[in-house]
DNA sequence: CCGGGGATTATCT
DNA sequence: GATAATCCCCGGC
């Protein structure tokens, strides 16, 4: 198992890197505890050009100057006044691209998950959705900015493989006001997987 | 299982 | 003052 390079976040191809992500596990160890998951929906968004995203047009601001950082650096936000919700930074800096982590299948510190949840027991709700995936491993807004090639927050792989016949791809959820970027097929899934926040309607 | 609506506040206009 | 890359609970089927 080992972090994912940082030659790996410099790809120029936000929605490839999406994809690639399924099935990698992102780790935390904040306070000595380690806590991780394997990621089992994301997101890209395409800075500059992408009307869903924080950063379209080049917006820049004290919230999302974190999008403009190097590859590989964490990018938090608040949304809807309370949920913490991670992404990873991608391309190369001042190219403000990045990967949603939209859920994450529980696979290590789960009491501490719980815990941080204040969850009565493991269910599949635990680390489904963008704010309950970011709320189980720690991660807050104050996390924004940090390098994912730390000891505190990174991906590793374990060589765990996601074939093409296990991904979904999708339209991306809650970004109906984005016009015609609310289509973009640029949501990736594991299908069959409990954890992921939903499917699509037949 | 599915859809509707309220919660709650940082951020931007 | 309005909006938001969400979640949970509730009711109906």
Redesign the pocket.
């Known amino acids: 198992m080992k972090k994912l390079s940082a030659q790996f976040y410099a790809g120029p191809d936000v929605v490839a890197l999406a994809r690639q992500l399924l099935g990698k596990l992102l780790v935390s160890r904040f306070e000595g505890v380690l806590t991780a998951g394997r990621i089992v929906e994301t997101?890209a968004?395409i800075?500059l050009t992408d009307r869903?995203?924080?950063?379209f047009g080049g917006?820049r601001?004290?919230?999302?100057e974190h999008?403009y950082a190097a590859p590989g650096t964490a990018?938090v936000?608040?949304?809807?006044?309370?949920?913490h919700?991670f992404?990873v930074v991608t391309n190369k800096k001042d190219i403000?691209d990045?990967?949603?982590i939209?859920?994450l299948e529980p696979i290590e510190g789960i009491d501490m998950m719980l815990r941080r949840?204040g969850?009565p027991k493991p269910d599949k709700?635990l680390t489904?959705?963008?704010?309950?995936?970011?709320?189980a491993l720690g991660i807050f807004?104050q996390h924004s900015g940090i390098s994912l090639r730390s000891s505190d927050l990174y991906i590793a792989d374990d060589g765990y493989i996601i074939t093409n016949d296990l991904t979904g791809v999708s339209k991306?959820?809650?970004?109906?006001?984005?016009g015609k970027a609310a289509l973009y097929p640029y949501r990736f899934y594991v299908k069959g997987n409990p954890f992921v926040?939903?499917?699509p309607?037949?």
Do not use: F, Q, W
Not at 52 to 55: I, R
Not at 61 to 64: G, I, L, V
């Open positions: 997101e968004y800075g869903a995203s924080h950063s917006k601001t004290d919230r999302n999008m990018y936000y608040i949304c809807y006044g309370m949920h919700l992404n403000p990045a990967v949603l939209r859920a949840t969850k709700t489904r959705g963008p704010g309950n995936a970011a709320k807004k991306r959820i809650g970004v109906e006001s984005a926040s939903s499917y309607k037949k």
